[in-house]
């Protein structure tokens, strides 16, 4: 697709300009046609024809082609220079016009009714959850590392959740004029390594093959790393092998979205409504794992995974079967929701759009509950407003059954619609407003 030329943008006023000078054009030819007839046939009846044609050529309007693209132009300098919508750069002057005609907004969430700038609320541990300014936590970590703690203490078991947080990412540290500053892909990860940096336990440094932490105490942990595998939009999950230096220890982390992990950890009563129950607070949620790799386990794991990448057909599925195999018998460490704070003024502008008649739709791949949480807290709808959910279809008579079941609840009361297609299709939940 990228190959092809692209179309020239051409507003709904000047088709519509064009199809009246088109008719216009043959009511003329007929018009002059008629009049030649009348006249009567002779021998230069296409003279007269042409005649009558140039006689009537008023009729088709030239001159409004011309005003319309002056108004255009000028409308364009209008809005580069209106003081109300500063740094605003007009791209196309042909279809200004054209604004004063939409009907639906169709918006994505992430970067466009929030700012993508994570930032870390809440942590779980099954037991007992952390948010707000997480002091608490910074003093368990403290605990922890002085080395008086047990094995099995809650400290304990804290640190090594803020530990795999801390290293199972791909932020690097960049440190400029004195400041040290992440670097990342996603800035759900900056926004999970700024917390651990908060609460004592910093990313100092990262390359290809070792990772280092700088922890208040002044001590140094640094980790080598044996095997990466990162992110990816069909995976939903991330992983690294780490060797620590300092007790050999050979950790197997992960993190990723709680659909894709519940299935891969130790069995647990809490996961699930943890996940619902921040999703409902708007925090995009990350499901974080563990598993302590024997030197065995590694040695085998190694050997297949080498040969899986050594296998010239099918080679993606079968590093897949490797990892999956790994992928087992997690121990569930925590889970983290994040959260992505709201556009300035968004709720105001999504207001006036609507009572400009214009139908926004939001599109999201986040969980249901985050989605709905979003819209509500933007204002997409209000909260006495009905929701009405599609359920996943995979037929056409699936498709129909539900669309008869909308017509039925909608003119009954729902006015706000939610799709949510099935996972086998890579497509985003679709959160739209409709009017009666």
Wanted: aromatic share 8%; hydrophobic share 45%; net charge negative.
């Amino acid at each position: 697709m990228n190959t092809t030329l692209p179309e020239s943008k051409v507003g709904l006023l000047d088709l519509e300009v064009n199809n009246l000078t088109k008719i216009l054009f043959l009511f003329v030819v007929v018009l002059s046609s008629v009049m030649v007839i009348m006249k009567g046939l002779d021998a230069n009846w296409y003279r007269y024809l042409m005649r009558f044609v140039l006689l009537f050529s008023y009729i088709i309007p030239i001159s409004l082609r011309v005003n319309l693209d002056m108004a255009k132009l000028f409308f364009s300098w209008l809005i580069g220079r209106d003081k109300n919508i500063p740094d605003t750069v007009v791209r196309s002057s042909t279809i200004p016009e054209e604004l004063g005609r939409i009907s639906y907004l169709l918006s994505d969430k992430t970067g466009t009714l929030t700012k993508n700038e994570m930032i870390f609320k809440k942590i779980h541990l099954g037991s007992v959850s952390f948010s707000g300014e997480f002091n608490d936590v910074a003093m368990h970590i403290e605990s922890a590392y002085s080395g008086k703690l047990g094995r099995h203490s809650f400290s304990v078991k804290l640190q090594t959740a803020v530990e795999a947080i801390a290293l199972c990412h791909n932020v690097t540290p960049i440190e400029e004029n004195g400041k040290v500053d992440y670097q990342a892909a996603s800035p759900d990860e900056v926004a999970l390594v700024e917390w651990t940096e908060s609460i004592g336990v910093r990313l100092a440094f990262r390359d290809l093959a070792s990772i280092e932490l700088q922890l208040n105490n002044g001590n140094r942990k640094r980790f080598q790393i044996l095997h990466m595998f990162p992110f990816t939009s069909e995976s939903k999950r991330m992983g690294i092998i780490l060797k620590d230096e300092a007790t050999d220890e050979v950790m197997f982390l992960m993190k990723g979205a709680d659909t894709v992990m519940a299935p891969m950890v130790q069995y647990n009563d809490w996961l699930e409504e943890e996940c619902s129950n921040m999703a409902r607070e708007g925090l995009r949620t990350l499901v974080v794992a563990k598993k302590t790799l024997s030197a065995e386990q590694l040695a085998d794991f190694e050997k297949q995974y080498h040969a899986a990448k050594m296998t010239t057909t099918d080679r993606n599925e079968h590093i897949a079967a490797v990892l999956r195999r790994l992928e087992t018998d997690l121990q569930l460490l925590c889970l983290t929701g994040v959260e992505d704070r709201l556009q300035d003024q968004v709720t105001t502008t999504l207001e006036l759009l609507r009572n400009a008649g214009i139908k926004v739709w939001m599109l999201t791949g986040d969980k249901l509950e985050t989605a709905i949480c979003i819209a509500k807290s933007s204002g997409l709808f209000s909260r006495a407003d009905n929701i009405h959910v599609f359920g996943q279809v995979q037929s056409r008579t699936e498709a129909h059954n539900e669309l008869n079941q909308l017509r039925n609840a909608f003119f009954q009361a729902p006015k706000f619609l939610i799709w949510t297609p099935p996972f086998s299709i890579p497509a985003d939940i679709v959160l739209f407003r409709t009017y009666a």
